[in-house]
């Protein structure tokens, strides 16, 4: 019960916000972790609520969405960047995320900091989605 009260109280709080940015997907590097908190299905869309652990040095690795992602950073900085190679975001402590879905938005997550960044996402995905699509570099220098 308390899992499925933390993700209608991170949902409710999520869907009302209108911030850009992006969120982490499935993990990528050595040490990236991802556990499962709440999932619920309503019609064809799943609701999942995930703790996402990014270890200092470490990245997401190349991906894109099915459907958009909310996230808030409890811990750490998350850096951001596009598949032009440029950063579109850097999301400190207590900051909220949402990153819009297709194939068009292909993006990284790193955590170029000392400490791990810890980020609560809300995938709001087609029902049996995966977390993410994986994707090849678009040839930037770093990763």
């Not at 850009?20 to 999942?48: E, L």
């Not at 402590?93 to 609560?120: C, M, R």
Request: hydrophobic share 35%; glycine share 14%; with cysteine.
């Amino acid at each position: 019960m308390r899992n499925l009260s933390r993700l209608g109280a991170v949902g409710a709080l999520l869907v009302g916000l209108s911030l850009p940015g992006v969120a982490y997907a499935t993990p990528g590097g050595p040490g990236v972790t991802g556990t499962v908190i709440a999932r619920s299905t309503i019609g064809g869309t799943d609701y999942i609520l995930r703790e996402v652990t990014i270890p200092p040095g470490q990245a997401t690795g190349w991906h894109f969405h099915d459907g958009p992602l909310y996230a808030y950073v409890k811990q750490g900085t998350l850096s951001h960047f596009d598949s032009t190679c440029s950063s579109d975001g850097v999301y400190p402590k207590e900051s909220f995320l949402k990153e819009p879905s297709g194939a068009d938005h292909v993006h990284i997550g790193q955590n170029l900091g000392t400490t791990d960044v810890v980020l609560e996402v809300l995938y709001v995905l087609p029902h049996g989605a995966p977390f993410s699509r994986d994707a090849a570099n678009p040839g930037c220098d770093f990763e």
